[in-house]
């Protein structure tokens, strides 16, 4: 048996992926070239880290059932030793006890998180409700109410549905998105397939994982954006309208903005480009961030967010050499932004284990969440609210943190209702 480098830095890599850590992923696969080896990723089950480092840990416990004389332990005199446990020098008489490591790592529940979490700068309270669930806790549903859609060769990465209501599109590691057309009853044809070719003039230096897809207003056409650099668009029957070439690393993020024209994306680059969608042209590009841009959002038809792992929120307008307000006060890479049903309110997510509402009113935060204990990837508003076809409901902002443990996915979600506070 032998263990290459290049094998590890696959493994880690797609643990990273599947844990979520797109961005990260994006520079160890960079740093280690993944995708220079000749390892068939579509070969390679999901898990397959944790699965291997489990046998391990079994292989290690097996060995410390065994007394120095070669006699079996006792049941109850076998250690059972966790991921840490296995790589110590030290007697494991040595070490805290399980009990107590459980008891130190117990997650707050949202009555023990001190009052004062739960306030603004001013002192006003906000309504906070979490909900935490896990994989072994899960919803059964039965068989005949879910849909599985089976097609792509490889990770799938991102999903929307088209706002017809009646397509989900999908996209993929495997340089693919696919449009699956579904009933009321959930069945389903076999889907369109989106391949991503590689295009003249974008970098031939990465693959074309299909990284995220958005939507026009009507559902008529599709915007994909891809590790290549390259943002796609097609017709809602999987035509291949253009290729928007500009961008020199992988997209991580694009959005139509409400009436269609144009189309915002952000990259490792640095940078963030608005596209005139009628002639494939680079409207204007702006470079303010220092270090990859994680998200983007319209504000409205000429007004956009970006936000970049060098912890700060810009929104710029069209024509305007400079950001209209510049947003400061996470203390890590934001992960993702996204406005309120009426544009007034902007949210924000990041590493630092925080959420944050932001109004062009002021430069410094309204409200910073911090119900979560780890990294924070996306969020979500409530079509509730001013702006919305609900507006005496109130307004809820839902969060969400995953976990990957030996035993499954561990998701943390929380959302707070912002309804009722004056901003």
């Not at 117990?106 to 409700?129: C, F, H, I, W, Y």
């Not at 109004?359 to 996306?378: A, C, P, R, V």
């Not at 209702?417 to 004056?422: E, F, L, M, N, R």
Request: aromatic share 8%.
């Amino acid at each position: 048996m032998s263990i290459t480098s290049d094998e590890v830095n696959f493994l880690i890599y797609r643990y990273l992926l599947e844990s979520g850590f797109q961005h990260t992923a994006f520079t160890f696969g960079l740093e280690s070239h993944v995708h220079q080896t000749s390892i068939n990723g579509t070969l390679v089950p999901p898990g397959a880290l944790i699965t291997v480092m489990q046998k391990g840990l079994q292989y290690v416990e097996a060995e410390a059932s065994i007394a120095e004389d070669g006699s079996l332990l006792d049941e109850k005199d076998i250690p059972h030793l966790s991921l840490v446990d296995a790589v110590m020098h030290a007697p494991l008489s040595t070490r805290p006890s399980k009990t107590k490591m459980e008891s130190t790592a117990s997650l707050q529940t949202a009555s023990d998180v001190p009052e004062d979490t739960r306030k603004n700068d001013g002192g006003e309270p906000m309504d906070v409700e979490r909900h935490m669930s896990s994989a072994a806790a899960a919803v059964d549903f039965h068989p005949s109410k879910v849909s599985i859609l089976q097609g792509h060769q490889s990770e799938v990465f991102t999903c929307a549905w088209s706002p017809t209501g009646d397509t989900l599109v999908s996209g993929s590691g495997d340089s693919t998105a696919c449009l699956w057309k579904l009933t009321q009853d959930g069945s389903h044809d076999q889907p369109i397939v989106l391949p991503h070719e590689p295009v003249g003039g974008a970098s031939q230096e990465f693959s074309r994982d299909v990284t995220t897809v958005h939507w026009n207003l009507d559902g008529t056409l599709l915007a994909t954006g891809s590790y290549d650099g390259v943002a796609r668009l097609w017709t809602s029957e999987g035509e291949l309208k253009t290729s928007l070439v500009h961008h020199t690393g992988p997209i991580f993020a694009l959005k139509w903005n409400a009436k269609g024209n144009y189309i915002v994306t952000g990259g490792v680059d640095k940078t963030a480009v608005v596209w005139d969608v009628q002639s494939g042209e680079v409207k204007q590009q702006f470079s303010h961030h220092k270090a990859p841009t994680l998200d983007v959002d319209w504000q409205n038809n000429s007004s956009f967010a970006s936000c970049s792992t060098d912890k700060l929120i810009h929104v710029c307008r069209l024509g305007a050499d400079r950001p209209i307000r510049t947003f400061q006060g996470h203390k890590n890479g934001v992960n993702a932004i996204k406005w309120d049903p009426s544009a007034t309110l902007l949210a924000s997510c990041s590493d630092d284990h925080t959420a944050k509402i932001w109004s062009m009113k002021q430069e410094s935060w309204l409200h910073n969440l911090h119900e979560h204990s780890g990294d924070i990837y996306t969020l979500q508003w409530s079509p509730t609210g001013p702006g919305s076809s609900n507006p005496s409901a109130n307004l809820m902002l839902a969060t969400y943190v995953m976990f990957l443990t030996t035993n499954g996915n561990y998701v943390q979600a929380s959302h707070f209702i912002v309804g009722g506070v004056v901003l």
